[in-house]
């Protein structure tokens, strides 16, 4: 924080006149609605101040229709002869007209408010007085006192004081500390002159404190003293209901807006306190979030209200992160470029609801496109980002993740938005193993794991023998939870087979891609206890296809003919699956049949491709070009006419194909038709294709192509 020295703002010639008839002092603005039951004690802490008596002034505006106050208040101006106490009638209730009408009608030259409810320590007003000065609002610490436990247990332990501690004891600017100038109505001690200058705005049932000290500070470039905690002024609040639980109604949500748009406003007239203006706009953001999370039977309303008129400064970011209830364990996510972040991606976009999500910096491992964030901007609120050495089957580092992951989380799952619900993906094992981590600990939050491959094997039907190699806690409690509870933990040693074995005993959901992979790995699991819980739990759901929108929101520069037919393959040239029969059944074609169609080949290497294609000789039908991002592949599958997707050759590895291409999901959305080169009782064969071939059969291919020119 920078310290900076108290600006004296230049006053417009109506103000100077008004600060000259200012006696010197403070008024101390009591507002009150229905208040006898708790006035008292607010007017007892005034007679015991020790700031002497000539310096200050106490003026109660009773707003509403008279619960007993106004004679509970003339009592105590007799009993206190000495003391200054003016008392103001409103008859219709106004909290935002009592405050306005407190300060127009203070006499003193410095102004604070005093809540019915709350009382003040009786050093307060002398404390603040001795700090006062022009172009400085001072600030007291605040102690909350809970009415069901004890008037005489204040706590200092609250938001407000979090705030101010960080500026306590010198001048700092409204940059510096935007949410301690701007929280709370009490606790201050501002010029009366300037706070006359700004009104409480009337169509406010909450949020008018943030506007009013918002614009204060932002028109006169106020600066913000708060005093040390030994000068003993201290302002108590009292907890009320609609303190501690707040009422997420329509009128909350309404208010969210107009404060937000009018903070906007503020930021466009004072465009050098744009920033302090902004953090101020995303707490409000953030209150948006609260209502969405706690008024779920609104949530469709609410999120269409934001989508049609969003105001200037509504921090989408930080409505979203407020409002989720499902928590993303994703190792590798977007921006990256990964099949599985891919994959996450999808599946996120398609629940249509605000998530946060913990992944991975995978920076030195993978290439970024930024251009992927499209895809959830409308629903991301927070990415947290482990930094460290990437690593996939390390079970060391997956764990050291979990255990960092798990610290982010914590904070939430104990205050008042905890996340409900879990979703984590493989093929990167550690974010199933900082799922089963939160699910342990907090086993209420339902968690749906998916699993894209067989974590145990790889695609040559070869075990991962990977000991786990470590005693960390996180290990300790995942397998702790798990004894405790009605399955046994892992016995084995290998990490693989300790996570696949942790996901199928946790998660409240299996997701397998296909029926193949879900029968091959609940087939294989040791314990068949374990195995008979998974298959009750699966799921079977391909990999999600994307909205017509995901199809246009990138315009690529790609030339093609339309005098041809084009034929798209996106993806690497697996060895095991067997691309390569398209290149010999092109080969098979006449020259002419070759120059009526184009096969274009985006592959992750074009320069390993490249030489296979020239040793066919079809450079005038073969183009070969780098992979695409995300978003342009999208794009330039809608212009083909025709996509390949190919299964893996595995079936002779495993007895049966489990795997079943991303890719195909992604052609599903396209307009162009697919062409699928098949293993005979693949997933991908069971699926709907506009036409296709076995896998290695040339003349089909060949035929197919033929048929096509």
Sequence with gaps: MRPRPSPTPALSPSLTRLSAVLAPGVSVVLCTYRGAETIERALTSLAMQTLSRDLFEVVVVANGPDDGTL?????????????????IRIPLPSFPNALNAGFGSARRTYSTLLDDDDWISPPYLEALYQHAAPGRVTVAPFADIDPKRSLLAPSFANYLNELLYSTVGADYSFS?????????????????????????ALDLTSGMDVLYWASLFARHDLSIFVLPPDSGAVCFRTLSPSSMSRDYSDAFVADRFKVIGCLADLSDAAPHHAKPLQKLAIGQSRNLGRALYRNRPRYDAITERIAADPPALLDLRAVNSTAAELLACAYVFAPFVDASAVTTVKRLRATGEPFNVITFDMKTIRAADR????????????????????????????FSFAELGLRYVTPRMKGREPYRRLYSRSMWPASHILAAAIKARYPETEWTAEFSDPVSINAEGHRYDMSIRTSHPILEEVDGFLDASDLMAYGGEDYPGWVEHTVMALADQVVFTNENQRDLMIGYQPSQAVAERARHHAVVSPHPTLDRDAY?????????????????????????????????????LSISERRALTLHLFVDEPREVEPTVSSYDLGDTVRVSKYRPFLDFLALSERMDWLIVADAEVTAIFGTNPYLPSKYSDYLGSQARVWGLVEPGSPLDSRPLDHKTTLGDIDAASAFLRGLV
């Design 552 to 588: 246009s929101m990138a315009d690529p520069k790609y030339p093609m003919s339309e005098s041809c037919v084009n034929i798209g393959y996106f993806g690497r040239f697996y060895p095991t699956r067997g691309v390569g029969v398209i290149l010999d059944a092109v080969k098979t």
């Design 71 to 87: 004679a509970l208040v003339r009592d105590f101006s007799s009993a206190h002869p000495s003391l200054t106490v003016r008392l």
């Design 176 to 200: 510096d500390n935007p949410s301690a100038a701007a929280a709370a109505n009490s606790g201050k001690l501002v010029e009366t002159h300037l706070a006359r200058s700004v009104h409480y």
């Design 371 to 398: 251009a992927m964030d499209r895809l959830i901007l409308p629903t991301l609120g927070s990415r947290h980002v482990v930094r460290g050495s990437p690593t996939y089957m390390s079970a060391k580092g997956s």
